[in-house]
């Protein structure tokens, strides 16, 4: 039964398709007709007074048989449904099958009345009734294979039993056997041609389904299946002039992406379906909306002016006034808005998508929801923000970068022993490039690989040719979580460390919080490795992302730098005061020592102090220096004997 099963079912998938079913319609629509005419005329010829009852019998059966089978396959004049045709080619078959069971019968019937002519003749009739449906069935093999081996093994089992020996009937009935065989195996032939034609059709259509696929999915973004960045950008070029003015809304749900980090893609592809529904909801006027991917939207809002913007945004926002229903429960998300106008912003469309997404990075730099119409101002920014991309690269090369120090004072006992180190450029085109400009722009583009690779090569040579520094000095160099994923980075450290090795020198690593929290697998492991070698680590900016007091406990770092905008308010501020007296003593009790940073002012420093901060830094003490100006200053303000600070420091020049 099982082989039964597999054979039904690798029938069924090679011939049994809508398209052969419909072929197998329209060509066998004239068997039950044929069929029946032929009954009578069988009938007719063979009859005799001996059999005639049984021939009667048989014909009458017979020719209801034919008469059902047009009926049912034909009569109804539509061909094979989609969701039928499997039943129906099944049903055919076995139909088939029962006439040619009757055609078996007949030479049993006739055959004890027949002379030999008659039974050449009766040979013959019979190979005619199965050589005129064949060419009509040959697409479908095992039809016509049963239907043709059930006549030829009665009629040629009939003929057996009523004759005996051989003789030239029987040699003729033998050649009508192979010409019944050839002219099968010819049909075969046409069938496979017929089954070719029709997967060359289906191979056809399947290509064009699938060019249609790739060029919906080129255009359209797989989530929302709205356009997405390639849409939107094609919709702009094939618009005529009929597009004369339109607005562009650069949307971004704020803390979407951050939702990936934590959860399913298919949980997060739910709320930005919604999200998308609601702008699908706005009541624009033959908006266009594409999505560019983590929750981030393009609006185009045609026919209206600049000067709408604002009023439109309002509109965005109002939105998402309702909570978004998800799997985490009801969730209200904030939006930033971008916006340009075209032609008010400029007279290239493509121009005025790029100016929407500029003025969504402002936005995106403020809390909460936010809209910014594009200025000229941001054009500005964003052409020296591309300037300085393509500039990097080659200052790095030509290394027109150097390295400031700042110094840090260990407030309890008054001495010098460690400082930061700070990079600095100076562009023979730009002239004085902030860091505030150029780092995060070198982190997007990875030149802040080979960057920080310089930083800590020269780091190195200041610590160990330098006779100027005191004998134990540290310096402390920020890193990027894209320098702890280079393979390069924890050998190049080892090998620092190594040169350092019995100097009385060290290197910190300044890391910030969110790359200590981070569940990158390479991150942890390197920082692992780094503070094995001994070097140690310093987590900056503490305070300003995600952490809390209960969370120093279980970081992996050796000194906690509290982040400016808390020594800011100190000792004004009661509430920043006792939060930051809470952090030194939190820290002292996990064995941390703790830096404050952005000190500037006399009475920061006293305060501090007086609560047992270890070490400041800050404008207080000192800009960062220049390499010849920070051993001038350390030369002028810190005893070499003892790294003992003078006075003369706590008179220097705030900014």
């Known amino acids: 039964m099982k082989l039964l099963r597999q054979y039904k079912n690798k029938v069924q998938k090679r011939f049994f398709r809508l398209e052969l079913s419909r072929e197998l319609y329209w060509r066998s629509k004239f068997i039950p007709p044929l069929g029946f005419i032929a009954v009578v005329l069988f009938s007719i010829y063979f009859y005799s007074s001996e059999i005639s009852t049984s021939i009667t019998t048989w014909a009458v059966v017979f020719s209801i048989i034919y008469a059902l089978m ?30 040619a069971a009757m055609w078996g019968i007949f030479p049993f019937i006739v055959f004890p009345s027949l002379g030999h002519s008659d039974q050449v003749a009766l040979i013959m009739m019979l190979f005619a009734i199965i050589s005129v449906p064949v060419p009509a069935l040959s697409h479908c093999s095992p039809l016509v294979f049963t ?10 089992s009939s003929f057996l039993i009523y004759h005996d020996g051989f003789d030239k009937h029987l040699a003729f009935m033998v050649v009508l056997l192979f010409a019944c065989i050839m002219y099968l195996l010819e049909q075969r032939r046409v069938s496979k041609k017929i089954l070719k034609s029709v997967d060359d059709k289906d191979l056809l259509k399947t290509s064009g389904i699938t060019i249609k696929r790739l060029r919906h999915d080129k255009y359209h973004d797989s989530v929302t299946d709205l356009l997405n960045r390639e849409g939107i950008s094609t919709y702009l070029n094939r618009t005529d002039a009929s597009l004369s003015s339109f607005i562009i809304f650069s949307l971004k749900v704020r803390d979407v992406d951050a939702l990936y980090s934590s959860h399913s893609k298919s949980s997060i592809d739910e709320i930005i379906r919604d999200l998308a529904s609601r702008l699908q909801a706005s009541g624009f006027d033959h908006k266009i909306i594409a999505h560019l991917g983590l929750g981030e939207f393009l609006i185009l809002v045609p026919g209206v002016e600049g000067n709408m913007s604002h009023s439109l945004g309002g509109d965005l926002f109002g939105l998402f006034e309702e909570p978004v229903t998800t799997f985490l429960g009801p969730m209200n998300f904030n939006l930033l808005i971008g916006c340009s106008a075209f032609p008010d912003d400029s007279s290239d469309k493509k121009e005025v998508v790029n100016f929407a997404l500029a003025a969504l990075k402002e936005a995106d730099k403020h809390s ?57 450029w100076y562009s023979p085109s730009m002239g004085m490039v902030s860091p505030a400009e150029f780092i995060p722009i070198a982190e997007s583009t990875s030149d802040i690989i080979p960057l920080g690779k310089w930083v800590l090569e020269e780091t190195a040579r200041i610590l160990i040719g330098s006779s100027t520094l005191p004998e134990k000095f540290s310096l402390a160099v920020n890193v990027s979580v894209k320098q702890l994923t280079d393979p390069q980075f924890v050998p190049l450290v080892q090998e620092i460390t190594g040169q350092l090795h019995g100097t009385g020198r060290s290197l910190e690593l300044e890391i910030t919080e969110t790359m200590m929290i981070t569940d990158e697998i390479e991150v942890n492991q390197a920082l692992e490795r780094i503070s094995a070698l001994g070097v140690g680590i310093a987590l900056d900016d503490f305070g300003t992302g995600y952490s809390s007091l209960s969370y120093l406990a279980s970081i992996n770092a050796d000194t906690l730098k509290l982040d400016k905008s808390f020594i800011d308010p100190i000792p004004q501020n009661g509430r920043h005061s006792s939060f930051v007296s809470t952090v030194i003593a939190m820290a002292h009790s996990l064995d941390m020592p703790l830096v404050a940073e952005g000190v500037e002012t006399a009475e920061q420093y006293e305060w501090l102090s007086q609560n047992l901060c270890d070490t400041v830094q800050g404008y207080f003490i000192s800009k960062p220096l220049a390499l010849d100006e920070f051993f001038t200053w350390l030369d002028n303000n810190v005893c070499k004997e003892t790294n003992q600070v003078s006075e003369s420091v706590f008179s220097g020049n705030p900014p």
């Open 368 to 424: 909460g929801n936010r809209l910014e119409r594009y200025t000229e101002d941001m054009a500005m920014k964003m052409n020296r923000r591309a300037f300085i991309r393509s500039q990097l690269s080659v200052a790095i090369k030509r290394k027109e970068f150097s390295v400031h120090i700042q110094p840090k004072i260990n407030v309890q006992k008054n001495i010098v022993e460690s400082g930061e180190v700070l990079v600095r």
């Open 70 to 99: 047009y009926v049912l396959f034909f009569d109804g004049g539509a061909e094979p449904k989609e969701e039928s045709y499997i039943y129906w080619t099944w049903s055919f078959i076995l139909a088939c099958c029962i006439a």
């Open 147 to 156: 239907y043709s081996a059930i006549i030829v093994i009665s009629g040629g």
